[in-house]
């Protein structure tokens, strides 16, 4: 399953780190503080990649307590990055394009 988290570690700072497997727990070293994770989808065609849910092990990701850089592969250059955010009333789905909310460095 895609699956992504949020760590802080001494060495780099933030990262967002993602991964095809089963558990959130095989992306995390021993030196890493998490920060939450999910899951996420990738579109080839619009060059999306949307966040979704949340980690059993970790809960949810915690974007609103990173105030710095988050790296992340840079394979990801050019590529929104959106939040699902739930339903409206109507059950139509809400996004936030969070590329440009925060300074996202690729590695």
Same mark, same amino acid.
């Given at each position: 399953?895609? &699956?992504?988290?949020?760590? &802080?570690?001494?060495?780099?700072?933030?990262?967002? @780190?993602?991964?095809?497997?089963?558990?959130? @727990?095989?992306?995390?070293?021993?030196? *890493?503080?998490?920060?939450?994770?999910?899951?996420?989808?990738?579109?080839? *065609?619009?060059?999306?990649?949307?966040?979704?849910? &949340?980690?059993? *092990?970790?809960? &949810?990701?915690? /974007?609103?307590?990173?105030?710095?850089?988050?790296?992340?592969?840079?394979?990801?250059?050019?590529?929104?990055?959106?939040?699902?955010?739930?339903?409206?009333?109507?059950?139509?789905?809400?996004?936030?394009?969070?590329?440009?909310? /925060?300074? /996202?460095?690729?590695?």
């Amino acid at each position: 399953m895609n &699956k992504y988290i949020l760590i &802080k570690n001494n060495s780099e700072g933030y990262i967002m @780190r993602y991964a095809n497997t089963d558990f959130h @727990r095989n992306m995390v070293d021993k030196n *890493d503080e998490v920060f939450g994770g999910g899951m996420f989808a990738f579109s080839e *065609d619009n060059k999306t990649m949307t966040l979704y849910g &949340k980690s059993e *092990d970790y809960g &949810k990701p915690m /974007f609103e307590n990173i105030k710095e850089k988050i790296h992340t592969d840079e394979e990801l250059i050019d590529t929104q990055i959106m939040l699902f955010n739930g339903y409206d009333c109507n059950w139509k789905p809400i996004y936030e394009n969070i590329t440009n909310k /925060f300074i /996202f460095d690729y590695w």
